[in-house]
């Protein structure tokens, strides 16, 4: 309960009224549909986007087994962890699960998997005259 010599609350004419996150499940009226992932790009990387579109290629050429192919691309890493409603984590994600927008554009997928992080787990235990009654326990 506030005390009765507090002031009232103030907010500002922009401020909007944000819903508390529902734990729902089936029942949860927002359709289903793939996550977006969107962002902007620095400067040079839309120089370089846009000096990329300007080049379009002739087709395909030939080329000899002496000569020497380079290919400039940008292949940007876009780590994804996926939880559910209850913070669980979803597996067996595909490629198609996902779309990736770079200024309202959809972007095309080159490589997509999944990686398990390794952890290090330390177990510690409480060998002092005050544990020593359950060492028996512990021990198995």
Do not use: C, W
Not at 48 to 73: C, I, Q
Not at 97 to 119: C, H, M, R
């Amino acid at each position: 309960m506030l005390a009765s010599n507090s002031r009232p609350r103030r907010v500002s004419a922009t401020q909007t009224q944000i819903e508390a996150p529902t734990l729902a499940g089936a029942d949860d009226p927002r359709p289903l549909r793939p996550p977006t992932l969107s962002g902007t790009t620095s400067a040079d990387a839309s120089e370089s986007s846009s000096a990329a579109k300007n080049v379009l290629p002739a087709g395909p050429e030939e080329v000899s087994e002496g000569d020497v192919v380079r290919v400039d691309t940008t292949l940007v890493t876009v780590p994804v962890s996926v939880l559910d409603r209850q913070g669980r984590f979803v597996p067996n994600l595909r490629r198609e699960d996902f779309s990736v927008l770079e200024n309202g554009t959809e972007q095309s997928i080159a490589y997509f998997e999944t990686a398990e992080k390794p952890f290090t787990v330390a177990l510690l235990l409480d060998t002092s005259p005050s544990t020593q009654f359950h060492l028996s326990e512990i021990k198995e």
